[in-house]
């Protein structure tokens, strides 16, 4: 869904020129304040020529649409303490604040010390689109958006440019959060903390995010804490040059209590130094379609519940899809390429506690190819039954993988350095061999 754009040719005579009322690039942010104060009163759209005005806080109304000439060429440089634009919702006789339009501006956030630019509390069926914000001074102290309680929001054609942080959607609980917002076409540079994040928030929709860090600036990436329902379509993620340990995509409930069925996430590519994604303490993620380019750990599960992993797509020989798998976790390929090739024998890291209780699934229509290379001696991969229920792939700490699917050893083991119950390719002769919990070896071809 997209916004409709208002532009001057089409709003033309129906428009409260700013500059009519007494704003000017050369006027006091207190007299430009004043000037665009007086354009929303009069009920009109809010056009705003190209020039840079310094503005002070200013009172925005239910309907209120301000609308730059060209986002290049309009720039706002609000100043002070408090936030540029505020609605909140207890404070303003419990009146719901519908239908704002901030539309084809930049605004340089410099000149604000400590609050976000815009602070909307209770608002619905309001768009902000088209909207570069940007601060130049090297030491930004502001957050672009924060939300709360408000539904049915379009925030379209963003950009964040080497600010501290860019769109909170933020609910104190459930019956505060943020819900049924949509975020298209996000582009973040450079920012100092995270993009956007979500708290209690619920059906929420990002689509095509793009974010970009050249820098060692970086905290995280999108953050989704004790919220449902909400999906990351088309994620575009890197940091080359960063040296940070905090995941691009961290989705966690802050306890059991607050675990939440979560978000999914699908059509994302992640180029990172070090984490990629984070699942801690959700119900029924779903990753789909992930793409993990040069990190460390690319998925990092801790305490979930049916945390679905599917099609996953790894370039980085040295590095495992997981680590510290959960007890539900599944990882599903329905590709006809295998998921674990010969050349990537760290591409699957299992860490998981030792008790037979814990498994991943692993659901694979070509070929799952395990390697011994860069195995231990006390974690070879052999195979055991599962009570004649399930074949199952084990290693010696009793950590239990069912599968389903061919199995390809690539890789060979000398037959001393094999464990017991381990099946294993004899490097003396290339044979598939099993050594039994007596360590008797049994040639199987």
């Known amino acids: 869904m997209a916004l409709t754009k208002v532009s001057y040719s089409m ?12 704003a000017s690039p050369t006027a006091t942010a207190a007299e430009n304040a004043a000037a665009f104060t007086a354009a929303i009163a009069s009920g009109k759209t809010v ?20 609308v730059g000439e060209s986002k290049s060429g309009a720039i706002l440089k609000p100043q002070g303490a408090n936030s540029f634009i505020v609605w909140n919702y207890d404070t303003n006789g419990n009146v719901v604040l519908r239908n704002f339009l901030l539309s084809n501006l930049t605004i340089k956030t410099e000149g604000l010390t400590s609050a976000p630019c815009i602070y909307l509390i209770g608002a619905q069926y309001c768009g902000i689109d088209n909207i570069l914000f940007w601060d130049t001074s090297g030491t930004p102290l502001v957050l672009a958006i924060h939300l709360e309680f408000s539904y049915f929001c379009i925030f379209q054609n963003i950009h964040c440019r080497e600010i501290y942080s860019g769109i909170r959607f933020y609910g104190a609980n459930t019956n505060r959060g943020p819900n049924h917002n949509n975020i298209i076409n996000f582009n973040g540079e450079n920012l100092r903390h995270y993009a956007i994040r979500f708290d209690y928030a619920r059906g929420n929709a990002l689509q095509s995010i793009d974010l970009e860090y050249s820098g060692n600036n970086l905290y995280y990436g999108v953050i989704f804490e004790n919220s449902s329902y909400n999906q990351i379509h088309q994620f575009w993620y890197e940091a080359n040059s960063a040296t940070v340990a905090n995941p691009a995509i961290f989705i966690s409930g802050a306890t059991a209590s607050d675990a939440k069925k979560n978000s999914v996430i699908w059509s994302a590519q992640i180029i990172h130094p070090s984490n990629a994604v984070q699942v801690s303490t959700t119900l029924d993620t ?13 998925i990092q599960d801790d305490a979930n519940t049916n945390l679905c992993i599917i099609n996953p797509q790894i370039e980085s020989p040295s590095v495992g899809l997981l680590s510290s798998g959960s007890p539900s976790t599944k990882i599903i390929d329905y590709d006809t390429e295998f998921l674990f090739t010969e050349n990537n024998a760290a591409n699957l ?47 010696t700490t009793g950590f239990l993988v069912p599968f389903k699917g061919a199995i390809q050893f690539s890789n060979t083991l000398a037959s001393a350095s094999a464990g017991t119950n381990c099946l294993f390719v004899d490097t003396a002769d290339g044979v598939l061999k099993f050594k039994d919990n007596a360590s008797v070896v049994h040639s199987l071809y």
């Open 47 to 66: 056009f705003v020529p190209n020039g840079e005005y310094t503005i002070n806080p200013i009172t925005i109304l239910n309907g209120t649409n301000i």
């Open 349 to 395: 890291i299992l860490n998981s506690i030792n008790d037979s209780n814990n498994s991943i699934t692993i659901q694979n229509a070509g070929v799952t190819r395990f390697s011994a290379q860069t195995k231990t001696a006390t974690k070879e991969v052999s195979i055991v039954s599962g009570d004649g229920e399930v074949l199952r792939i084990q290693d």
């Open 286 to 298: 779903v990753l789909d379609n992930l793409r993990f380019v040069g990190g460390t750990v690319n």
């Open 11 to 22: 709003i033309n005579g129906a428009t409260a020129n700013v500059l009519d009322y007494g």
